[in-house]
């Protein structure tokens, strides 16, 4: 996932930077990274790539950006 971004980064005019943030499978700790990438100014998140880290962050309302998940 994480070389695919990269390498449409290459391509991309007024490529943003890529940060890459690893959580654990726990709903709370996925909720709470997504939040803060948006506060860092996410333009786009790709994730959670769990099934219950999807389920979380649409229950909980978080999903304010472009996400891929």
């Known amino acids: 996932m994480r070389l695919g971004c990269q390498a449409a980064l290459v391509f991309a005019e007024n ?13 709370e700790s996925i909720l709470a990274e997504y939040e803060a990438a948006v506060q860092r100014g996410a333009a786009v998140i790709v994730g959670p ?3 219950s880290g999807v389920t979380a962050a649409r229950s909980a309302g978080a999903v304010s950006v472009i996400t891929l998940a």
């Open 49 to 51: 790539l769990t099934r």
């Open 15 to 27: 490529a943003k930077s890529l940060q890459v943030a690893r959580t654990d499978a726990q709903p």
